[in-house]
């Protein structure tokens, strides 16, 4: 057993993939190339935005969306100190300042009642994180962020193909970004990404800053970077999208398994809460226990496999020590969690 099994999610598409990549050599088109853009007109109706932006990967997406919303050296940004750390990098890779809202117990994504009170002046952005294949309650975090005119960005590297009030995930605020690393709910071969918007603007700087700043070859608007989507990588993902609504209904299947069974143990574990209002991609499947060391010496002698995420808040690790706030919600789930083969 494998805790993700990437060469099953493979080989059923083995020859149509080659096949693809074969194409893409031919072609010569390796930068840009025509399977980018149907790649990205392919995901904009799923995802049902208006604009849909590939990137070379989710970090690439976040950054870029920020620098699209006009984030610079001393604004704050509000996100999560439970996440990957790519969420908070990209703040300070800006310059910004990152400003840490607590969890919510139940579902491990940003608390949107505490978001209020870490609002100021110089609150330029929130960056809320769909965590585990569950969104965030954008909802309420957009009416927060309306009523102060600031930008909201979704996190969606492991929420790809959920929903939120029938809303699919990455069109649930001004910027969705999403992910293709290999494990994701839609994975590729190698890094990968996507922004979307609904906004013409956004969706024109985007587009630029992705390719250097430039519109057109040497006509430089903006400040860019080389944050492209490889033209074979988007050959890949568009066969990988031929099964991905399978997938999806497999993860639910294997979730649905799994509380059945730790049902059972309600008093020990708990299991992953969905909101009503969601439908999760079940990017992971993440109970919290008490006795988590106990149950990973039980895991290494009958050789489940097993991850932790996360094992500590951002706010822990050395370049980001600086902004440490109280999030007693967070370091206690990064105690007790621990995430199942899916």
Do not use: W
Not at 28 to 42: D, R
Not at 60 to 87: N, Q, Y
Not at 297 to 304: L, P
Not at 307 to 331: G, H, L, Q, S, W
């Amino acid at each position: 057993m494998k805790f993700v099994e990437l060469n099953n999610r493979n080989k059923n598409l083995k020859k149509k993939i080659l096949s693809k990549i074969d194409t893409i050599i031919k072609s010569g088109k390796f930068i840009l190339g025509p399977e980018v853009f149907e790649l990205e007109n392919k995901l904009k109706r799923i995802v049902k935005s208006k604009y849909c932006i590939s990137t070379g990967s989710g970090t690439d997406a976040l950054l870029i969306a920020l620098m699209a919303s006009g984030i610079k050296k001393g604004d704050e940004v509000i996100s999560s100190p439970f996440t990957f750390v790519s969420t908070i990098e990209v703040i300070r890779l800006l310059g910004a300042i990152p400003v840490f809202v607590d969890i919510d117990i139940k579902t491990f994504n940003i608390d949107e009642k505490l978001i209020q009170k870490k609002i100021t002046k110089k609150t330029k952005a929130i960056i809320a994180v769909s965590l585990f294949g569950q969104p965030a309650n954008f909802s309420q975090i957009n009416k927060i962020a309306k009523k102060k005119n600031i930008t909201v960005i979704e996190d969606g590297a492991q929420s790809f193909g959920s929903t939120h009030k029938t809303k699919k995930s990455c069109n649930l605020s001004s910027i969705g970004c999403t992910s293709f690393f290999p494990t994701k709910t839609l994975g590729g071969f190698g890094d990968g990404g996507a922004c979307f918007t609904n906004d013409n603007k956004l969706a024109k700087k985007i587009f630029q800053i992705r390719s250097h700043g430039q519109f057109k070859k040497y006509n430089y608007k903006f400040l860019g970077i080389n944050g492209r989507l490889d033209t074979i990588q988007a050959g890949i993902i568009i066969e990988k999208l031929k099964l991905f609504k399978k997938e999806l209904e497999l993860r639910n299947k294997v979730a649905k398994n799994y509380d059945k069974l730790i049902f059972k143990f309600k008093n020990k574990i708990n299991i992953p809460y969905i909101d009503p209002l969601n439908k999760s991609a079940y990017a992971q499947y993440s109970i919290l226990l008490k006795n988590r060391e106990k149950t990973i010496k039980n895991f290494i002698k009958r050789k489940i496999p097993y991850a932790i995420y996360y094992p500590k808040p951002i706010y822990f690790y050395e370049p980001y020590r600086r902004f440490k706030d109280e999030c007693p919600v967070t370091e206690k789930v990064c105690k007790e969690i621990i995430s199942i083969p899916m």
